[in-house]
């Protein structure tokens, strides 16, 4: 499962948790390490963690964790930029595909042990290894391989440097390593379980694993709280001024912002939907860019499309984005000034050339030049009429389907209201030309299973961008090799005879990945992107940003355009 934004995560936990807290207790009432409350910052961002191992994390709320206990050879600083963490000096090749890094000295483990370069050539080749069962594991392609399929990674014999080769020059591969998938694991720690080889993550599924950040793992009650400690090994220890990070575990939007009205919590970031409108104006309501885009993914190998040719499939679909009412949805649910979406590349993105993608276009024109797009923000139920039309569908005087030939969707999408209330938009939207759509609320569990083994029309999704490159959002889209299906949206490689043919968008997206003329490979990402928005599988309904709540007592922590939350340089003063 690839991830989602932290916000769409669901949990067990309810109010009735909350109460008795305060003082030196955490937000889930666990006993604190310290009796200073200013040196603990009491967080809610989601609920239980699927994994901590950050070669298998996949979610947004997991990767915070993540460079909150680890950091890898760079990391994000408060401007956004990816600066050195543990390195001293980086080299690259004249031909941008040879890296070598020489490591600080004296880096150290959590328990004491030295940190060297072999610990990354280890995680990194283990990160990239099929065996591990990494979402993330293509993210390695970017790297030359020898005749085994091993990527070429190699530490110096001391451990003091590692030499990194890449199968083409990569614009964002300083994004990369700072990336969690690229932070390192200490190999000892990692195979001690006796399950280690068919359960890669045991290690980490208990309190009180090795790590290299700002904080450890110190007590984990599952399903509600986690109890994080200062790292004195960290290498940068001396600037980390907290002791502790309490996280409750939930995403009960309801309890998550009682708990912080009850002054429990110092940072959250979900509120109930019906509060948006009286946060917005108060002095701890944040709301910061992001890099990403809220959308709905089509299961293209739906019985839905059954007797339709591929072409009638792709008009069904694009049909129902000339429906949706995105000004609605963003004006009166998403309420943060979120942008309406009709491109599935977010609007901020770079061009991987200095430049944005989106505005890059001397030698491209978008379908909807006006809108710069693939169609107009504003609804058209003409032209939604005219391509049902298209693949056979027929309508009255009045533009509604006729009682011949009738449309159901069931629309699949797991816990919270604003969700909950986007689904209901989109109902109304396909009502308006007797589309009938059924809602299917799930917790989020059920949610992925259900979503990842097809059991849905049409879902709800979301993606933020690893790193700052067209190529991010379009490779998340490739259909699986093996004719399994895309996670997310089952883009199965002819998996039936009604779905698209994905054959020439896998080809070209290996071109995007080797080609080193920056402005050829722009003109290939947009021809990508004009290939997977003519499928109609992608509607987008708006580009991400994030808002969080935050005590006006609490500063020095930051959040990138990726979602990614740092908290260890916060200072917490006294109420």
Not at 33 to 44: Q, Y
Not at 180 to 205: I, L
Not at 325 to 347: C, E, L, M, W
Not at 497 to 525: G, H
Request: aromatic share 10%.
């Amino acid at each position: 499962m690839k991830k989602l934004i932290a916000a769409l995560l669901t949990g067990a936990m309810t109010a009735s948790l909350l109460t008795g807290c305060g003082g030196s207790k955490g937000a889930s009432g666990v006993q604190s390490a310290t009796s200073d409350i200013t040196k603990v910052l009491r967080v809610c961002l989601a609920s239980e963690p699927d994994h901590l191992d950050p070669a298998l994390n996949s979610t947004v709320d997991g990767a915070t964790l993540a460079v909150n206990s680890f950091v890898g050879l760079y990391t994000y600083d408060k401007e956004g930029k990816t600066v050195p963490a543990l390195v001293t000096d980086t080299q690259i090749s004249d031909d941008k595909l040879t890296y070598t890094f020489t490591m600080k000295d004296g880096l150290k483990w959590s328990d004491g042990s030295d940190l060297t370069a072999k610990d990354f050539e280890y995680s990194w080749k283990r990160a990239a290894d099929p065996s591990t069962a990494s979402d993330y594991s293509y993210l390695f392609d970017v790297f030359a391989k020898d005749s085994d399929g091993n990527i070429n990674v190699k530490a110096s014999d001391d451990g003091k440097t590692l030499t990194a080769v890449l199968a083409a020059p990569c614009a964002y591969f300083e994004g990369l390593l700072a990336f969690p998938t690229f932070m390192p694991v200490k190999q000892e720690a990692v195979e001690a379980p006796a399950d280690h080889e068919t359960n890669p993550g045991s290690w980490a599924s208990e309190a009180g694993f090795v790590s290299n950040g700002a904080f450890t793992l110190k007590e984990w009650k599952h399903n509600e709280s986690m109890v994080y400690v200062k790292n004195p090994y960290f290498y940068d220890a001396d600037n980390v001024k907290l002791e502790e990070l309490d996280y409750m575990l939930s995403s009960d939007d309801t309890a998550m912002y009682a708990a912080y009205g009850a002054d429990n919590l110092d940072f959250i970031d979900s509120a109930p939907n019906d509060e948006l409108a009286n946060l917005k104006d108060k002095d701890d309501f944040y709301v910061a860019d992001q890099i990403g885009t809220y959308y709905v993914g089509f299961n293209v190998n739906s019985t839905l499309f059954e007797g339709k040719t591929p072409e009638q499939a792709n008009a069904m679909r694009k049909a129902i984005a000339y429906l949706v009412d995105r000004k609605t949805i963003v004006d009166n649910i998403a309420q943060t000034g979120q942008i309406p979406a009709n491109t599935f590349i977010p609007d901020s993105m770079s061009d991987g050339n200095g430049g944005i993608f989106k505005q890059n276009t001397d030698s491209y024109t978008y379908p909807d030049e006006a809108s710069a797009g693939y169609f107009p923000i504003e609804v058209n139920v003409d032209k939604a009429v005219e391509l049902l039309k298209e693949a056979g569908y027929e309508f009255d005087e009045n533009n509604m389907l006729s009682a011949s030939t009738p449309i159901t969707l069931n629309y699949l999408t797991n816990d919270g209201t604003a969700h909950i209330a986007i689904a209901q938009q989109i109902q109304q939207d396909v009502a308006q030309i007797g589309i009938t759509m059924n809602i299917q609320q799930e917790d989020w569990q059920t949610f992925l299973n259900d979503r990842k083994n097809g059991n849905f029309d049409i879902a709800r999704e979301g993606w933020l961008a690893d790193y700052d490159d067209p190529v991010n959002m379009l490779e998340i889209c490739a259909p699986n090799g093996d004719d399994s299906g895309n996670d997310d949206m089952q883009l199965g490689l002819n998996s039936t005879e009604y779905a698209p043919d994905w054959s020439e968008y896998i080809d070209l997206l290996a071109q995007i990945k080797s080609e080193t003329d920056s402005a050829n490979r722009v003109s290939l990402m947009h021809k990508a992107e004009d290939m997977l928005m003519d499928t109609g599988a992608i509607l987008p309904l708006y580009y991400y940003n994030d808002f969080y709540l935050q005590k006006g007592n609490v500063s020095g922590d930051y959040v990138n355009v990726f979602g990614m939350k740092y908290f260890m340089y916060v200072e917490k003063s006294a109420s």
